[in-house]
């Protein structure tokens, strides 16, 4: 599968290194957030590598390496993405952000120009095609204020696809300017943690394969933003989604390593574990008793006690590659 590397967004910019420089409280944070990516996208490297930690981790599924280790290559993979798309940025959406932690959402655009990096280490030459899709990107700030641990995910496939290397049917590209991000803040009442602990049970009746639970708190006018579809699913189309990847797996979990609430958000990351011993019915792919492992970010909007809106973010190309699908 081709692959390329990662882009966050950005409001602002930076004209001296700060290496001292602490995010102070909430809105120092997302400041501090939308700073570091506003010098990814102006390639300050130098200012860019302060962000991270010097053994920070890295998966970058879809769109980058799967895993990564220290500064030095979490740098090395977004220079790639520069030779890739040369005039590569993102345009913020959403910025989620509690105490250390921060989940959003970009929407990474450019235009392939430069050559793709394939898994195999050859060059294939640009498309002159455009990119336009959406990622899902959760961090960990230390308290020096560098980033220790990050979670970048987009769908490879939708990047093959808007690139002209598939032929599926994949979200399109999205060409339009994203206004300035929404930011919410965490707020610590017990709204808040009414959500997360829906959300919990979410998990835990997903994992459960107990359908009449998941849906029971689920709002009747769901929105699933599932960003590997071409458009987004009503509630019974997500419910047809739910029952087609248990059949698929019938070990299926969700295995969550962070969930924190924000407001009215809940933001969710983790992997998508399970064993293929079921015909995946929708792609036509026969059972091939693999084993996958997918890492994910899910973003949550509640409203009333109910799962009102859902963005979750994972990488259909890596799936295929477990499996074994060319």
Request: glycine content about 10%; aromatic content about 8%; some cysteine.
């Amino acid at each position: 599968m081709v692959i390329a590397g990662l882009v966050s967004a950005c409001s602002s910019s930076r004209e001296v290194p700060s290496p001292n420089a602490k995010p102070n409280g909430p809105a120092g944070l997302v400041q501090w957030y939308q700073d570091c990516w506003s010098d990814f996208n102006a390639k300050k490297w130098d200012l860019f590598k302060q962000c991270y930690a010097a053994n920070a981790s890295s998966q970058q599924p879809g769109y980058g390496k799967v895993s990564i280790t220290g500064a030095e290559a979490i740098i090395k993979s977004y220079q790639d993405f520069m030779k890739t798309f040369p005039d590569g940025k993102a345009e913020g959406l959403m910025i989620l952000a509690n105490g250390n932690r921060i989940t959003s959402i970009y929407l990474l655009k450019g235009t392939n120009t430069g050559p793709l990096f394939a898994p195999n280490g050859q060059t294939i030459p640009g498309t002159n095609k455009k990119l336009g899709a959406f990622i899902g990107h959760s961090i960990e700030v230390n308290p020096e204020g560098q980033t220790v641990k990050e979670l970048g995910v987009m769908d490879g496939v939708t990047l093959e696809t808007q690139l002209g290397f598939l032929k599926v049917n994949a979200r399109p590209l999205v060409d339009a300017d994203v206004p300035r991000p929404a930011i919410i803040f965490a707020k610590g009442d017990d709204s808040e943690t009414k959500n997360v602990e829906t959300i919990k049970r979410h998990v835990d009746d997903w994992n459960k394969h107990d359908g009449r639970s998941v849906d029971a708190l689920e709002a009747e006018d769901l929105v699933f933003h599932n960003l590997t579809a071409p458009t987004d699913l009503s509630k019974a189309q997500t419910t047809q989604v739910n029952s087609g990847f248990w059949g698929s797996f019938s070990n299926a979990k969700m295995n969550v390593l962070s969930i924190w609430g924000a407001n009215a958000y809940v933001s969710v990351t983790g992997s998508f574990d399970g064993t293929n011993d079921g015909d995946l019915l929708a792609v036509k792919i026969k059972k091939t008793g693999n084993e996958v492992t997918l890492p994910f970010v899910d973003i949550y909007r509640l409203e009333g006690g109910k799962i009102k809106e859902e963005w979750l973010f994972f990488d259909t190309a890596s799936l295929l590659s477990q499996l074994g699908v060319k």
